[in-house]
């Protein structure tokens, strides 16, 4: 394996339910965990799902979580840092399976690299003292929270892109009462999921040092799980 540790592989997978993308994220860091593969990232959709981190509280759910289930949203505990977050088509989400001796400094490189992948849609962005993930002065774009188990990290971030948001209604996002949802195009970016994946993809493994080497499901070993049907990107966007 040592000929790929200069390589960041990236998986371009379709629409995936949140409990089979953890499933494939443990099957992933644990091949990582062996180095039967280099460090990869995951780069999907989920259905309307609402995850609660290990800090979260049942009170950022108002309604219960029998109410979501009933409109349709799934909602899981997750192992993950932080509180309660969503996910919706029209988001981007990205699960790094990478090694790393430093929890801080990795989080810091994921928003570094979101904040990059949002200047090149036209978005500002940066972020705020004492809080975690990417936001637009007031108004958060992108959510962060890891987890790690033997050095190999699981999670990571999603990107609000063209998605109506409708699923943070349910919820205080965060534990953030008041906070207030943006995305790509809310922002009057450049939206469309098939070219911020390119950017995040591109941007990720620059911050990392990394060359990017885009991968099949099968060169991972996921078997069928589903890849990206999006349209092509048309701008010109680095692969």
């Known amino acids: 394996m040592d000929s ?23 099957t992933l ?14 780069l999907l959709e989920h259905p309307p799902t609402v995850t609660l981190g290990r800090r979260a509280d049942e009170s950022e759910i108002p309604a219960g979580r029998e109410s979501l289930i009933a409109s ?19 988001q981007l989400v990205g699960y790094p399976i990478m090694r790393t001796d430093d929890v801080t ?29 990417v936001w637009c002065e007031d108004r958060k774009i992108a959510s962060i929270g890891i987890h790690v188990q033997k050095g190999v990290t699981t999670h990571g971030f999603a990107i609000n892109c ?13 534990g ?7 995305s ?7 939206s469309g999921i098939a070219c911020l994946r390119q950017r995040v993809g591109h941007e990720f493994a620059q911050e990392h040092g990394l060359r990017q080497r885009l991968v099949s499901p ?22």
Not at 106 to 125: D, H, P, Q, T, Y
Request: aromatic share 4%; proline share 5%.
């Open 4 to 26: 790929a540790t200069a390589e960041l592989w990236t998986c371009r997978l379709g629409e995936v339910p949140w409990t089979e993308a953890l499933a494939l994220q443990e």
């Open 29 to 42: 860091r644990d091949k990582r965990q062996q180095d039967l593969i280099p460090d990869t990232l995951l």
């Open 72 to 90: 349709g949203i799934s909602v899981h505990d997750a192992d993950r840092g932080g509180r309660v977050t969503c996910h919706e088509k029209g």
């Open 105 to 133: 400094a990795f989080v810091r490189s994921m928003e570094n690299a979101v904040i990059a992948s949002l200047a090149a849609s036209g978005v500002s962005a940066g972020t705020r003292e004492g809080l975690t993930g």
């Open 162 to 174: 063209d998605n109506d948001l409708s699923t943070f209604q349910s919820v205080i996002p965060c």
């Open 176 to 182: 953030l009462p008041g906070v207030q949802m943006t």
């Open 184 to 190: 790509i195009e809310l922002e009057g970016g450049q």
């Open 218 to 239: 099968g060169r991972l070993g996921l078997g069928d799980t589903p890849i990206a049907a999006y349209s092509p990107c048309t701008e010109p966007v680095t692969a």
